[in-house]
Nanobody, 112 residues
Framework: QVQLVESGGGLVQPGGSLRLSCVASESILSINYMGWYRQAPGKQRELVATITRGGGTAYADSMKGRFTISRDNAKNTVYLQMNSVKPEDTAVYYC??????WGKGTLVTVSS
C-alpha cells in the first residue's frame, strides 16, 4: 500500500494560480497510473487529471487548458498546476495511485 501526502492547498483569488504536490512513499516509476480527483461540498468526487507511468495525461473537460498534471520520478512526486482558477474549483483535492491508494486531501478555496 503506497502512502500519498498532498500539500499546496489554500486560499486563492479567482484568476490566480496554485500548485498542488503529492509525495508518494515509494518510487512512482512502478505505478501505472496516478491522478488528482476533487470533491466539492455536497458533490461527488470527480476526476481532475491523470498521468500514466509513460507520461501520458488526460483531463476532465472543465480543467483542460487551465490545469496541468506532471510528475517528477526522482522526487516520487506528482504535481497539479492550477491556473485561472474559478470559485467552482473550490474543493478538497485528492491524490490517487493505481491500486486504490488515496491521500487524505488538501483543501483549495477560490474566493475573493
Amino acid at each position: 500500500q503506497v502512502q500519498l501526502v498532498e500539500s499546496g492547498g489554500g486560499l486563492v483569488q479567482p484568476g490566480g494560480s496554485l500548485r498542488l504536490s503529492c509525495v508518494a512513499s515509494e518510487s512512482i516509476l512502478s505505478i501505472n497510473y496516478m491522478g488528482w480527483y476533487r470533491q466539492a461540498p455536497g458533490k461527488q468526487r470527480e476526476l481532475v487529471a491523470t498521468i500514466t507511468r509513460g507520461g501520458g495525461t488526460a483531463y476532465a473537460d472543465s480543467m483542460k487548458g487551465r490545469f496541468t498534471i506532471s510528475r517528477d520520478n526522482a522526487k516520487n512526486t506528482v504535481y497539479l498546476q492550477m491556473n485561472s482558477v474559478k470559485p467552482e474549483d473550490t474543493a478538497v483535492y485528492y491524490c490517487y495511485a493505481w491500486g486504490n491508494n488515496w491521500g487524505k486531501g488538501t483543501l483549495v478555496t477560490v474566493s475573493s
